[in-house]
């Protein structure tokens, strides 16, 4: 059974940091790209970063360019998104997400999903 478990997520000031972490089960690990979305109540899931099976190549996309950054511990089995400098706009329902192959910001492309993290940034 494929399991990926978000964690780290809560009620923190405007200027804050938080790091997320995604704990993945039942897949090898290496073999898939992971990404991070966000969802805010009433819009549209968004992707925010994007890692290689390696680790070695990432993307950002939007809000998550220049403050946020992705990194992954295949020995742990194990997704990072460092959150810097949080806005209250950031508040949302955080995703981690896996798929074969590469990364893509087209959230359908991806098989595997979390139940998400709440952060909620206050200002």
């Known amino acids: 059974q494929v399991q990926l478990v978000e964690s780290g997520g809560g009620l923190v000031q405007a200027g804050d940091s938080l790091r997320l972490s995604c704990v993945e089960s039942?897949?090898?690990?290496?073999?898939?790209?992971m990404a991070w979305f966000r969802q805010a109540p009433g819009k549209d899931r968004e992707f925010l970063a994007g890692?290689?099976?390696?680790?070695?190549?990432?993307y950002y996309k939007g809000s998550a360019k220049g403050r946020f950054t992705i990194s992954r511990d295949n020995a742990k089995n194990t997704l990072y998104l460092q959150m810097n400098s949080l806005k209250p706009e950031d508040t949302a329902v955080y995703y981690c997400?896996?798929?074969?192959?590469?990364?893509?910001?087209?959230?359908?492309?991806?098989?595997?999903w979390g139940q998400g993290t709440q952060v909620t940034v206050s200002s």
């Open positions: 039942g897949l090898p690990f290496s073999s898939y790209a």
């Open positions: 890692i290689s099976l390696k680790g070695d190549s990432t």
């Open positions: 997400a896996a798929r074969t192959f590469d990364y893509t910001d087209h959230a359908p492309s991806y098989e595997f």
